[in-house]
């Protein structure tokens, strides 16, 4: 064991480390907070300097930290936010949990990756330890991290003097169950050395810790994880799209398949898929293998069928509207929930965004409604903003699409007052009211 490995295991050990998390997001505040509360001395890092002025006044913007937890460890000092990579230089160890999004054509987007390696690099030094935590293909640890943080002339040797690892975030926004601290953290290092360094890393800040073989191991871990996700909930919406034109409720189906106690999971429909992790990552995978020439087959499949779901929102619409001698085009139609998963704010990649827009396209006058999203913004630069859930804005509608089932919603008071109601959450079951509903 080298010296400088030795003395990092002794400072992460005894807790006098000092760790740094890029990106204070979903995925680094959590993160860093929880370092924090294991007794490092955190800075987090972002690039927008609204939000390190609200994490320097121990204000969360993230639902899932409570600003009474983050308050006490800004106040001891043992979590302060910046902007400057300079207020990095002296840290023991970096995570950098920054966006990899997809560019429209489908390709990973390693801009936000590669532009913190780089920085990182600049303030790298004997004894670092580097962990990457963005989501992204199998490879890149090893292929685009590691080559940035020893080309800049630091001399450093991988596995001696410098640690570099792979462990992939695992946030469920709005999980009220699992968070950071109980949910087993997966790592993987380029040597074995990295390894044991960045075990002892997040051992005081989680319950379990599981070492695999490599990065690329870890790496691999993450997309296996949304794949076998991505690919359940297309085959249930595929489902969903049969039982429609067998005339059976697919819930019904679900429900009793759910009986079953062996051999069978409940994935459930919906509008389409959102958040950054089950839309995206797969995608992945499939852009690195189509780099050797093969296709990743359940993946494209599963991602053509979720993709269509907001479509056959559209269609319900239409249909439903039908019914009443409506058309599309000039209805009143009021969206319930922006936000791509029940009771959180997050609107990333949400298909409700996708359903505004295709009902404006097709000529409705769209308003909605979303306890968490006071304003989302469209494209061309326009903003929405919610307006107030009303008798007389619900009553005023042609059709009123639950898009989001928040759990704040009284879907009693919903189906009292709305017409029709597109219910593609099954959120209305067990509910009564005067309205005529629409399932998925």
């Known amino acids: 064991m080298s010296d400088y490995q030795q003395q990092l295991l002794d400072r992460l050990h005894n807790r006098t480390a000092k760790v740094g998390v890029i990106g204070m997001g979903y995925v680094g505040l959590p993160l860093a907070v929880e370092f924090a509360r294991a007794g490092y001395h955190v800075i987090g890092l972002d690039v927008l300097p609204e939000k390190v002025a609200q994490l320097n006044a121990g204000e969360s913007y993230i639902p899932d930290v409570p600003t009474e937890t983050l308050a006490p460890l ?132 989680v319950d379990r810790v599981v070492p695999v073989s490599s990065t690329a191991a870890a790496e691999m871990v993450k997309l296996l994880e949304n794949t076998f996700r991505a690919v359940n909930i297309g085959l249930v919406n595929e489902m969903a799209l049969m039982c429609s034109r067998l005339g059976v409720d697919v819930w019904e189906v679900i429900a009793a398949a759910s009986s079953k106690p062996f051999g069978f999971m409940p994935f459930y429909p919906g509008p389409g898929l959102g958040g950054h992790c089950i839309p995206i990552d797969p995608l992945y995978l499939s852009w690195k293998l189509r780099e050797l020439n093969y296709t990743a087959r359940f993946i494209e499949l599963a991602s053509e069928i979720n993709t269509s779901m907001p479509y ?41 965004l996708d359903i505004y827009e295709l009902l404006e396209t097709k000529g409705a006058h769209v308003s909605y409604n979303d306890p968490y999203v006071a304003s989302v913004r469209l494209s061309g630069e326009r903003v929405a903003e919610s ?54």
């Open 312 to 352: 056959h929102v559209i269609h319900l619409v239409s249909e439903g509207l039908n019914e009443d001698c409506k058309s599309v085009k000039g209805a009143r139609i009021g969206v319930l929930g922006m936000a791509y998963k029940r009771d959180i704010d997050d609107v990333r990649e949400s298909p409700a």
């Open 387 to 440: 307006v107030e859930l009303s008798a007389e804005w619900l009553a005023a509608q042609d059709c009123v699409v639950i898009v989001t089932d928040h759990r704040a919603y009284d879907y009693d008071f919903i189906l009292e007052h709305a017409p029709l109601v597109i219910d593609t959450r099954n959120a209305t079951n067990g509910h009564q009211g005067r309205a005529r509903v629409v399932k998925l």
């Open 74 to 205: 800004v106040q001891s000092g043992h979590l302060r936010a910046t902007t400057t990579y300079d207020d990095l230089v002296d840290m023991d160890a970096i995570s950098i949990c920054v966006p990899t999004p997809l560019r429209k054509t489908k390709d990973p987007d390693m801009s936000y990756v590669v532009a913190a390696a780089d920085e990182v690099a600049k303030v790298c030094h004997p004894g670092l330890l580097v962990v990457l935590e963005s989501t992204t293909y199998p490879g890149t640890t090893d292929e685009v991290i590691l080559p940035r943080l020893l080309g800049n002339g630091n001399h450093l040797t991988v596995g001696e003097d410098l640690f570099v690892a792979f462990s992939p975030e695992r946030v469920d926004p709005g999980n009220p169950v699992y968070g950071v601290r109980n949910t087993p953290k997966v790592v993987g290092g380029v040597t074995p050395a990295c390894v044991e360094a960045v075990t002892a890393l997040y051992e005081p800040a």
